[in-house]
């Protein structure tokens, strides 16, 4: 356990919204053994006087973020902001020699996202996007399983991601970088990368929207196709306006794969394995998933280790979001030329965690109905 003279990695999370409150601040009390949160960034007075009391830390707005990363108090950031000021304060916080964790995606446009790991770089610190699934036991054994030949050689990925956005929420807003496309068909693209051990070389995709007002900015839905080598397809839908679903099906050769929920971080995930007439199925139970990311990457940042998923798997997935979004608007297959992933990640990443206490959130409404 950490004392006051042996606080291991020092965090600051930036951006205090729904996810923030409910899932990051709650998660440093199970990640204790190498990190303490010590320090909060907000625009929201209310929320920096009571979340400080809550966690007994301080709380500083955004105009302070650079006196904070100059102060010592801190050696690390998990980023927690809209997608668009991710390039922002990741390059302020390597610039000061601070470690980032941040959310995924890992920013709204190819430019930011290689900015971001050049500047990382530079300045010699880790760079993590926080991929929280890379280390579920759910997500982690059903790569395995692909990998293993469970169900023969895996040719076709399907996979639904939807929900009903809340008016006015950020994720609609594309000033921000919002989109269901950006906020979760981002998932469908990164389990089919992990569960084929190989990068697109090819995308096509549509988007759609009704008259629904809450969609004036983004698409109500994308849905994309992405080619693997190999004659490998890999399919997604992804929504803003119809029931929370998530899940996603391998076929292979000799059987089929199934998540139901596959991504969420608040549910048990449920698995099912059939191979000919031989059904297996599998509960694994709700764990604290951001508790793990950050145990992960304070483990890196101590022992000066490369984190996975890096910068670069980030990197990796917001080209592909790009390629998407020009195949939208272009109404044409756009190829990319596959970037080598740095590593996949292992069923050794898993880390159990019990779920904490979710707080109520203090001016911060859930995302979705």
Not at 3 to 14: D, E, L, M, Y
Not at 145 to 171: C, K, W, Y
């Amino acid at each position: 356990m950490n004392s006051p003279t042996n606080p291991g990695v020092r965090f600051a999370v930036v951006g205090l919204g729904h996810f923030a409150q409910t899932a990051i601040l709650p998660a440093f009390a199970n990640a204790s053994e190498n990190a303490t949160l010590s320090a909060l960034v907000t625009g929201d007075v209310e929320k920096a006087a009571a979340l400080s009391q809550l966690y007994d830390v301080p709380a500083y707005r955004y105009e302070d973020f650079d006196r904070l990363l100059e102060s010592g108090d801190i050696d690390a950031v998990y980023i927690a902001l809209p997608n668009s000021q991710h390039r922002e304060y990741t390059e302020r916080a390597a610039k000061a020699g601070v470690h980032i964790l941040c959310e995924k995606p890992l920013a709204h446009t190819v430019e930011d996202a290689e900015a971001m790991v050049r500047a990382c770089e530079a300045a010699q610190v880790r760079l993590m996007t926080g991929y929280r699934l890379h280390f579920e036991e759910g997500n982690l054994e059903a790569i395995e399983a692909i990998r293993s030949g469970r169900i023969g050689d895996a040719r076709l990925f399907n996979s639904i991601h939807t929900m009903q956005v809340e008016p006015d929420n950020i994720r609609v807003d594309s000033s921000l970088g919002g989109g269901p496309l950006e906020d979760i068909g981002i998932y469908c693209i990164n389990a089919a990368r992990c569960l084929f051990g190989a990068e697109p070389e090819e995308v096509f995709g549509f988007e759609a929207s009704s008259h629904d007002p809450r969609f004036k900015e983004v698409p109500e839905s994308v849905s994309a196709t992405m080619r693997f080598s190999g004659g490998r397809l890999a399919s997604f839908v992804c929504g803003f306006g119809a029931i929370k679903v998530s899940e996603y099906r391998v076929v292979g050769t000799e059987g089929i794969l199934m998540m139901d929920p596959a991504y969420t971080w608040h549910d048990d995930i449920h698995q099912t394995i059939i191979v000919g007439e031989k059904l297996k199925e599998r509960v694994f139970e709700h764990r604290d998933q951001v508790a793990a990311e950050i145990l992960y990457f304070a483990y890196c940042i101590q022992n000066g280790e490369d984190p996975e998923p890096s910068g670069r798997e980030g990197l990796i997935d917001v080209r592909i979001l790009e390629a998407i979004r020009i195949s939208c608007s272009s109404r044409r297959a756009v190829r990319i030329e596959p970037l080598p992933a740095d590593s996949n990640p292992v069923l050794s990443q898993a880390i159990e965690r019990r779920p904490p206490v979710q707080p109520e959130p203090v001016n911060a409404e859930s995302p979705s109905k």
